[in-house]
């Protein structure tokens, strides 16, 4: 038998027909430190480790992660402590990153990138490989979430 959520996720109860149950929301905290980015791919792995053909996720998702991840620990400077929140999450067979960070400065794609410019590729190489990313306030407190849906045809 299969129940709608409140959430609009679907569940898969025991019973004749028992299917792999789609894998639980998975959430952290991370440190403001530039290894989180690394710490946060491990996450990705063994979450989609869990996902029904979630390996096929994995490359692409892996490095929208670690940009994000690595932007939340640059750009959102913060007072120690506030930490860096990670939310990921299986969406009609895409994933859901989200990162949570304390600042309220925004992303955004910086357009003029030249040839010799070492920084301002990360939500470049985002976009490409997101089907959509986007931000907005953090609903539990102060900051905002920085999101992004990775499926298996890769970007859009
Ligand atoms: N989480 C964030 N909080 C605040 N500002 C952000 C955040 N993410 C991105 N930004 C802003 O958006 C800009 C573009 O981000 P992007 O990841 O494309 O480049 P970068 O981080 O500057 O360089 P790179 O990712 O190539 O090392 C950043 O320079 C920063 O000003
Ligand atoms: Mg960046």
Redesign the pocket.
Known sequence: MVHVISSGRLRVDDGPYTQAAAAAPFEVMLARHRRSSGVARGHLRDFLGQVPDGAGLLDNGALVLG?LV???V???RVSPGREIALRLEMVHGHLRIE?H?A?N??????RSTGPDDV??????LVEELSSEWGWGPRPEGIG?I?WAMVGPEGGA
């Open positions: 940009e690595a932007n939340a640059v750009h959102a990162v960070d600042s400065e925004k992303p955004g794609i910086r920084s301002g590729r990360g939500l470049s905002k920085v």
